[in-house]
């Protein structure tokens, strides 16, 4: 078991909880996406559509990632993050592997589930466990190389999933054991998990807050707080824990929740995806009164998250960037097989290695663009990440109108590098908006923009705009575009409030009651 290590990480040690952290991270994708490339066997065999395969890759997974990210985040902040992320890997690898016993979409939408909130552990304790091994001046480099896992484990999920799927069909035409190619794949990348979870196991507990000479203490008490969030986050505890505020609250609460229940009704009549939008709409709830417990229980954590414009057009500016990413992952490998007729094997190797590829180097050299910014600029690392909105776009029209099969693949790998640069950057920015202790927390409420709008909204909105025109998938990917002024809008609002919001950091946790 992990133990609090007192002494000042050495650079060697710290590079190595780094490598083990990317390592882990590249899994998580894998795991998490890999489905993409088993899309057209999983809608066969299922029988399910565009709409369905989303909702199963972006909603089922994201929405549950999103909501147990905040308790999982706030147990980050307060117990040991080494046990934490262990118990997760362990639990989304289980999950993964149990996804390809599924015989029917209501199993694989439990089994994606129950992958999404065990991913949830994983980067409220990374972000945080990196910010203490590593110094601020170097804290986005450091993040983006972990997070660079995302386009690392996103392409070799291709590739691997598409290996597998081929051999095994090949090898076992009728399927093995009861399993078919696509359900032995997600077997394959779901049991290493269990034993990289006993390496992670092994590493060592940094003393918090230290690399910024604010060092914390652990609560004695840490699942008290997480029990609490869950009440506070997890419907319908959620209205116990307004009633315990007051009669005021708890009807705000309800006032709340009759309008969600509205908006769902509203949006199950027009579109029919019942699933789709209970989760949706019930996430969207439950977010707001999980803010709302947060504003009474932690002044000081609500004051530098939810009362910060500047952390807000960050954490929704680049959750429109994945918005639009997560969406090319679900369906970029669909596409290139349906629509260019690529075998699956090809879009693996091709598509898989051109987004690990492109998204390693987008990534790190983004995180190092911003670094360099940052010391120059107090708002330096903020049009790194409006560049992961704009410089996307025309690669983005080329690789669905063209029917050249290079040119798509080219197209696709820039799409990648050119999104990846924004994502060190943005992580870093909402990190040094709040204090230490808030870093779980704090990146648990980043990736409420990227699972939510990015996982929740982006893929299925591509499908169901593929499945309302008839199945025109090109038409569902160019959609997409519609995010960008916005997301624009959210980053240029950011780059005018970064510098004042991260000066005042601590005058604003202290006038909110922050004992510092």
Request: charged share 10%; aromatic share 12%; glycine share 12%.
């Amino acid at each position: 078991m992990a133990q609090i290590d007192d002494r000042a990480p050495g650079r060697g040690y710290a590079h190595y909880v780094l490598a083990v952290l990317f390592v882990v991270y590249v899994l998580n994708f894998i795991d998490r996406q890999i489905l993409s490339i088993l899309a057209k066997d999983v809608k066969r065999d299922l029988g399910l559509d565009d709409a369905d395969i989303g909702f199963l890759f972006g909603t089922a997974f994201g929405v549950f990632y999103s909501l147990f990210g905040i308790p999982l985040g706030r147990l980050a902040d307060n117990w040991h993050r080494i046990r934490l992320i262990t118990v997760g890997l362990a639990l989304w690898s289980a999950m993964t592997a149990f996804s390809g016993l599924a015989r029917n979409g209501l199993q694989l939408t439990m089994a994606r589930i129950g992958v999404g909130v065990g991913e949830a552990t994983a980067s409220p304790c990374a972000y945080s466990l990196i910010s203490d091994y590593y110094p601020k001046h170097q804290r986005a480099t450091a993040l983006a190389i972990y997070s660079s896992g995302i386009f690392i484990g996103g392409g070799m999920s291709l590739f691997i999933g598409g290996a597998i799927v081929d051999r095994w069909n090949q090898a076992f035409p009728g399927g093995y054991l009861g399993l078919v190619g696509w359900q032995a794949a997600f077997m394959a990348v779901g049991v290493p998990g269990l034993l990289l979870a006993a390496l992670v196991s092994t590493l060592r507990e940094p003393k918090r807050g230290a690399a910024d000479g604010l060092a914390t203490e652990t609560p004695k008490e840490p699942f008290r707080e997480f029990l609490a969030e869950l009440i506070a986050i997890i419907p319908p505890l959620t209205l116990i824990g307004a009633g315990r505020r007051g009669v005021r609250p708890l009807l705000v609460n309800l006032a709340v929740l009759a309008g969600a229940l509205l908006f769902i009704a509203a949006l199950i009549v027009a579109t029919g995806d019942g699933p789709q939008w209970i989760a949706i709409g019930l996430g969207a709830y439950a977010v707001f009164s999980w803010a709302s417990s947060l504003r009474t229980r932690d002044p000081a954590t609500f004051r530098l998250i939810w009362g910060t414009p500047a952390f807000l057009y960050t954490a929704i500016g680049y959750g429109l960037i994945s918005f639009v990413s997560y969406s090319v992952a679900a369906f970029g490998a669909l596409y290139a097989e349906t629509v260019l007729g690529q075998p699956k094997t090809l879009v693996g190797f091709y598509l898989g290695g051109g987004a690990a590829a492109g998204g390693f180097l987008g990534i790190v050299l983004g995180g190092r663009i911003a670094d360099w910014a940052k010391q120059r600029r107090a708002w330096g690392r903020v049009p790194v990440i409006l560049s992961g909105t704009l410089l996307p776009l025309p690669f983005l029209v080329y690789a669905f109108t063209t029917s050249n099969i290079v040119g798509f693949y080219i197209a696709n790998f820039m799409m990648s590098g050119l999104a990846s640069a924004a994502l060190g950057p943005a992580g870093a920015t909402t990190q040094d908006l709040v204090l230490p202790r808030m870093r779980g927390t704090a990146t648990a409420t980043f990736f409420i923009a990227t699972a939510l709008i990015g996982l929740g909204l982006g893929p299925y909105f591509t499908g169901y705009v593929s499945k309302v025109s008839g199945g025109n998938l090109q038409l569902g990917l160019l959609s997409l575009l519609v995010v960008a002024p916005i997301s624009v809008t959210l980053l240029l609002l950011a780059w005018r409030t970064v510098p004042k919001a991260e000066a005042s950091v601590v005058d604003r946790a202290r006038s909110a009651g922050e004992p510092i």
